[in-house]
């Protein structure tokens, strides 16, 4: 290849992503005084990337792709825009060997690794093999090019169970299945092809040992055009759902300085294997004694900013310098491991539906502010919507402190700070993951939320006397803010000189809890059954001071109709204002009803109408958000009718199959 066609100065950045990254990205690049390219699909039109960028491309309809993985739409964007070189990210083609060369062969610079490094390292097997052959540790397993199902079974049988069935493309726990006994193979095998193939284009499988109790170590690792080739210390990647990451820290809890330079020291032999320019991660998998490689990410992690905060170095600054053909500015030992950090992905998601994803438009977003060591990487604003064709990561929150614990506080007071409304987050369940006793202690393993789900998940507490009160305060308080001369203004304005005034609240659909306004002379009351308290209200930004009986409390609170949202000392809470005017018109839907969760395609059909079903047993698979998603029996019946086929585009809410109840 033409040297001066691969690392060369230019002044004009594509980023071929969306979200989160294309923001990072983005805004390094302008710092560096480079002119900045956007693309998007069309369910991105107004989305945060294409705000932030000096210009935005249009690629094509809202499935990625016929948009970001379209490479050919990718380079006339690059060309009709005068960019002169494409930083991929992570995800969509960011680890795609025929993109680097297009984008090569096209006169771009690619902000990576070359098309040959990331066939070498990109693929699971083939660096397993090249892994191999430079005698780093590998976990046991098979990375042989045949694909048969018979070669697959025969390794699993000899490997011995259980076992990893893993797409060899991509990462993110796509495409991945533990395997437990050998009569679960061959379906994992069918359901792990299907979704490697729809995230990656790529359906090559690999057998790996299951590491029991095992924890996730990774090495970020930079190399330049000048031979020079450095490891960032290590990063704790353990805590992990489905294989895929939740949070992240650096360094890693577990190491000593010992084990710390072992494992850096085979990062680089690994990396130097192919002697690798660019940024990537060199991933082990660790059963608490010996380490383990397991695979090569050729591209930037969605955890970098940890490995950023420890060290001072700006990992996207440096893949750009080395782009330019530039000499990575520091020496091995000149890199200084300062203090502790932790990163917590927020996704729209609802732990308590099984982490179903959430679209819509996020009618508020309040995240603190980036101080104190907090940092905050987000993708998405208030008003933006979120569809159902992407990853559903919004942001991610980080914290830097000199020590892991106040890390993990700061980490843990900035998510219960943030309050994002309109679409159901995670960030109730990660601050419960981070204040779980046994993460302070680091007692965990990558089945840890598996085992502690129960407790994670477990039901927000019932509101008590301090949150009810402050369901009247926000009601009042948002009446206070209607247009002006309304006589809803004027506190405890009632018709007809009425003197009190009755509220009722509810959680979900449970019993009503009343509280009465007392108003007049002198000051104003709420009564909660047999008990009377004196209250004042200060509004500020996002909510208010509510004081009762002379205890002051800071509210946040959001109402949406006759939805309220409040975050109070006790925790948050969602409650429903009962219509004063018994205008209640909800509809109450039944947990046996198989319908869509949100718009997906169906990918797979498991049950023949007319079948006995067990409760539990599953009816059919739809891939939702670039994830598989398996609908289940409610309970024990017959499988009446199946309502769609595989290849249907169905919306959320669409009735997919009737089960009827045994005995009926």
């Known amino acids: 290849m033409d040297r001066s066609k691969l690392y060369r100065r230019f002044r004009t950045l594509l980023i071929a992503n969306r979200g989160e990254i294309a923001c990072r990205v983005i805004r390094t690049a302008r710092a560096m005084g480079l002119r900045t390219v956007a693309v998007y699909s069309e369910a991105d039109r107004d989305a945060m990337h294409v705000a932030l960028a000096d210009e935005a491309v249009l690629l094509g309809p809202a499935r990625a792709r016929d948009s970001y993985l379209n490479v050919e739409r990718l380079i006339e964007a690059a060309k009709k825009t005068g960019a002169e070189a494409v930083h991929p990210g992570y995800g969509f083609l960011s680890e795609n060997a025929e993109f680097a060369q297009a984008c090569y062969d096209a006169g771009l610079v690619f902000v990576g690794p070359t098309a040959d490094m990331m066939n070498a390292m990109g693929s699971k097997s083939g660096s397993k093999a090249l892994m191999e052959k430079a005698g780093v540790p590998l976990v046991p397993g098979y990375h042989g090019d045949a694909q048969d199902d018979a070669t697959l079974a025969k390794a699993a049988d000899k490997v011995g169970f259980p076992i990893l069935v893993k797409a060899s493309a991509g990462g993110g726990g796509r495409g991945m299945r533990i395997v437990r006994s050998a009569?679960?193979?061959?379906?994992?095998?069918?359901?792990?092809?299907?979704?490697?193939?729809?995230?990656?284009?790529?359906?090559?499988?690999?057998?790996?040992?299951?590491?029991?109790?095992?924890?996730?170590?990774?090495?970020?690792?930079?190399?330049?055009?000048?031979?020079?080739?450095?490891?960032?210390?290590?990063?704790?990647?353990?805590?992990?759902?489905?294989?895929?990451?939740?949070?992240?820290?650096?360094?890693?809890?577990?190491?000593?300085?010992?084990?710390?330079?072992?494992?850096?020291?085979?990062?680089?032999?690994?990396?130097?294997?192919?002697?690798?320019?660019?940024?990537?991660?060199?991933?082990?998998?660790?059963?608490?004694?010996?380490?383990?490689?397991?695979?090569?990410?050729?591209?930037?992690?969605?955890?970098?900013?940890?490995?950023?905060?420890?060290?001072?170095?700006?990992?996207?600054?440096?893949?750009?310098?080395?782009?330019?053909?530039?000499?990575?500015?520091?020496?091995?030992?000149e890199i200084k491991l300062n203090g502790h950090a932790v990163e917590a992905r927020v996704y729209a998601e609802n732990p308590t539906r099984n982490f179903m994803p959430s679209v819509g438009r996020i009618s508020t977003w309040r995240l603190p502010s980036e101080t104190g060591g907090l940092r905050i990487d987000a993708g998405y604003r208030e008003g933006d919507s979120v569809s159902p064709y992407y990853d559903a990561m919004l942001a991610k929150m980080i914290a830097w402190a000199p020590t892991r614990d106040v890390a993990i506080e700061r980490l843990n007071r900035g998510l219960e700070e943030s309050d994002v409304r309109g679409i159901v987050t995670n960030i109730p369940f990660l601050s419960a993951l981070m204040t779980h006793p046994k993460v302070r202690s680091n007692a965990i393993d990558t089945g840890f939320i598996e085992r502690e789900l129960a407790v994670l998940t477990s039901a927000a507490p019932a509101p008590g006397e301090l949150e009810l009160c402050a369901a009247v305060a926000a009601v009042i308080n948002e009446e206070r803010r209607g247009e002006a001369g309304s006589p809803w203004q004027t506190f405890g304005w009632q018709p007809v000189g009425r003197r009190r005034r009755s509220f009722a609240f509810r959680v979900g659909h449970g019993p009503e809890q009343k509280v009465t306004l007392n108003y007049g002379s002198g000051p104003s009351t709420l009564v909660i059954g047999e008990r009377e308290l004196a209250f004042t209200i200060a509004a500020k930004h996002g909510g208010f001071d509510l004081t009762l009986d002379g205890v002051k409390s800071s509210v946040a609170a959001v109402i949406d109709g006759h939805e309220l949202y409040l975050r109070t000392r006790n925790g948050r809470f969602d409650l429903h204002w009962v219509d004063p005017f018994g205008g209640e018109t909800e509809e109450q839907t039944g947990a046996d009803k198989i319908a869509a969760p949100l718009p997906g395609t169906v990918v797979a059909v498991l049950a023949e109408e007319g079948a006995k079903l067990e409760k539990g047993a599953p009816i059919l698979t739809l891939e939702v958000m670039k994830m598989e998603q398996t609908l289940r029996a409610p309970y024990a019946g017959v499988l009446k009718s199946i309502k769609c086929k595989v290849g249907d585009i169905v919306q959320e809410g669409v009735e997919l199959a009737v089960v009827e109840p045994l005995g009926e």
């Open 183 to 333: 009569d679960e193979l061959a379906p994992a095998i069918v359901s792990a092809k299907r979704e490697a193939k729809a995230a990656f284009g790529d359906d090559r499988m690999l057998i790996e040992k299951y590491v029991d109790n095992p924890r996730h170590i990774e090495v970020q690792i930079i190399g330049d055009s000048h031979g020079n080739l450095l490891s960032l210390f290590e990063r704790e990647c353990t805590l992990q759902r489905r294989h895929q990451k939740v949070i992240e820290e650096a360094p890693s809890p577990t190491l000593n300085a010992a084990q710390r330079e072992t494992v850096c020291a085979a990062a680089r032999k690994a990396a130097g294997a192919v002697n690798y320019v660019g940024a990537g991660t060199i991933e082990f998998v660790s059963d608490g004694k010996d380490v383990f490689f397991i695979e090569m990410n050729t591209r930037l992690q969605v955890e970098h900013p940890v490995t950023e905060l420890i060290t001072g170095i700006d990992l996207v600054e440096w893949q750009l310098r080395v782009a330019f053909g530039e000499a990575l500015p520091m020496k091995q030992d």
